[in-house]
C-alpha cells in the first residue's frame, strides 16, 4: 500500500485522475476528452510534457501505466473503446485495520472466492474478473448457464439499467483458504454505472429472491 502510495504521489497523471474523481461521481469521455479536461483543470499537474504527454496515444499508455496502483487504491473502472463506464467492480476491500476509514460497515458471510462481473461486449456481455475473460470467469459461466437459478436474467435486468451486478466464485477447483465442496455463484452487491454507487442492500435481496439466485 505505502508502494502505491508512493508511485501515484510522484506521477503527476495518477494525481490529475485522482483529483478530477475526487471532484466528480461521474465522468464520462474518450481519453481525447480526458486529456483536455485535466489540462483544463489541473494545469499545474499537466504543463510540463515531460510528465504529463502530450499525445493521446502516449496518455493512454501512461493511463495504463497507473492503472494497477490507482485499482488498489480504490479506483476500479471499466471503459469500452468510447470511453463510457461500462462495469464498475468493487472498489476496495478494507482489512479490519482500515475500519476507522469506512463511516459504517454490515457483516456478512465470509465469502473466499474470486470476484466476477458481466461485462457489454458487441452486442451481448462476457463473464470477467478484474483481470478480463479468464478460466475462472468461464466456470462461472458455466455454472450460471447450468444452474437453475436465472442468472442471466438477473444480469440482463441490471445492464439494461447501467448496473454491475457483482458475484464470488466459490469454488473447490478454485480453493484459496476455504473449502467448497458444492460450487456457488454468489450475487454480493450490485453497482450503478455511472454513479458508482451501491444498490441497496434490501433491493439486492429482493432481485435475488425474484431471479432465484443466491445472495450474502
Known sequence: ELAD?????????????????????????????????????????TDDPASFPRQVNKLSSAIRRVTPPLRRMGISITFDRQGTVIARPFPKFFALRDAHLAASAEAFEKLDGSLVFPTPQTGTWIWRTRRGASAIADRAGRFAAADRGDYHGLVDWCLQRQLTPLFEWCSRSRRIVLDYPIDRLVLTAIRSNPSGELVPREQVEQLGNRFQVEVV
Open 5 to 45: 502510495q508512493t508511485s501515484v504521489e510522484g506521477n503527476p497523471v495518477a494525481l490529475a485522475i485522482l483529483k478530477l474523481l475526487a471532484e466528480e461521481k461521474r465522468w464520462k469521455g474518450t481519453v481525447t476528452d480526458l486529456n483536455g479536461t485535466l489540462r483544463n483543470r489541473y494545469p499545474h499537474l
